[in-house]
């Protein structure tokens, strides 16, 4: 969960951006199905889809879904750890206007972007919009935390955690036969 976007800042880009409120309207309307969430901006590396992708008074408030594959654990393991903590976005610009502004003593163009389309966001090193963060990161379930996450029938749960307390007992953890449990 984070901001992918967040309006009005300077997005350190080839061509200085402000993205403003209403940018994601459009998109979000017709191309959401279509978004996707990428490790680093690379399209080689999709690591999940996009569940909840609304403007809000901040920015592009964004939630996902990370795939259990290789790529996408790696991820979570990384924004768990506090490496990754940015978010970005990789869009085409569809309306926008130029506006001179003054930064750092110098009048300079700058975009502001009043409609794009957006394809991806990503967990990144680092930002181009460096308000753009990582907010919080959650576990549908969690093996140290199983009854809050999912509600179970007991027999399911006590099978669970008899099967969590035989591989913390065992030096090198083999195979368990989760039929003779039963």
């Not at 963060?133 to 549908?140: E, G, K, T, Y």
Request: aromatic residues 8%; proline residues 4%; charged residues 25%.
């Amino acid at each position: 969960r984070g901001l992918a976007s967040v309006f009005g800042v300077l997005i350190d880009t080839w061509v200085p951006t402000r993205i403003l409120p209403g940018a994601f309207t459009k998109t979000l309307q017709e191309n959401a199905k279509r978004v996707k969430v990428l490790y680093q901006h690379n399209a080689d590396w999709p690591i999940g889809v996009p569940t909840k992708m609304e403007e809000n008074s901040d920015g592009l408030l964004v939630e996902a879904k990370v795939s259990q594959t290789v790529m996408g654990q790696e991820a979570l393991t990384l924004i768990r750890d506090g490496v990754l903590t940015e978010l970005s976005i990789g869009f085409d610009p569809i309306k926008y206007t130029m506006v001179e502004e003054a930064l750092d003593g110098l009048n300079v163009l700058v975009r502001h972007l009043t409609e794009c389309r957006l394809w991806e966001f990503s967990p990144v090193t680092f930002a181009a919009n460096s308000r753009a963060s990582i907010s919080a990161v959650h576990s549908l379930f969690s093996a140290t935390r199983v009854e809050d996450d999912v509600e179970l029938h007991e027999e399911t749960y006590l099978l669970i955690k008899q099967v969590f307390q035989r591989l913390r007992h065992m030096e090198k953890p083999e195979p368990i036969d989760v039929y003779a449990l039963i």
